[in-house]
Nanobody
């Protein structure tokens, strides 16, 4: 059974870059045809899809966050990383990584979630 765990600092200063990693165990991030996804949850916006990196390394991002978002991976560590630049307090949220199936707007089958990590943007 695949397991995912988020890691990174819980506090980021405004204008800086948020960086989180998701370490995957029980399966390879290169396995077809899975997608490795970042989702965040905040009281103001609810559940929000941030972006995804595919099993082959292709990426896709939320249109509202695209200009500030970069998702990468390290296959040797079996992990993928979210970087969100120029953060503001509105980026405060619980950030989840997940293994999904299907296109970003069309999920199906089993989705595995990490437990989430809270990130606060504050000076």
């Amino acid at each position: 059974q695949v397991q995912l765990q988020e890691s990174g600092p819980g506090l980021v200063k405004p204008s800086q870059t948020l960086s989180l990693s998701c370490t995957v165990s029980g399966g390879s991030i290169t396995t077809m045809y899975y997608y490795w996804t970042w989702i965040r949850q905040s009281p103001g916006k609810g559940l929000e899809w941030v972006g995804v990196i595919s099993y082959s390394g292709g990426t896709d991002y939320s249109p509202s966050l695209k200009s500030r978002t970069s998702i990468s991976r390290d296959t040797s560590k079996n992990q993928f990383t979210l970087q969100l630049s120029s953060v503001t307090p509105e980026d405060t949220a619980v950030y989840y990584c997940a293994r999904t199936k299907g296109a970003p707007d069309r999920w199906y089958g089993q989705t595995y979630w990490g437990q989430g990590t809270r990130v606060t943007v504050s000076a």
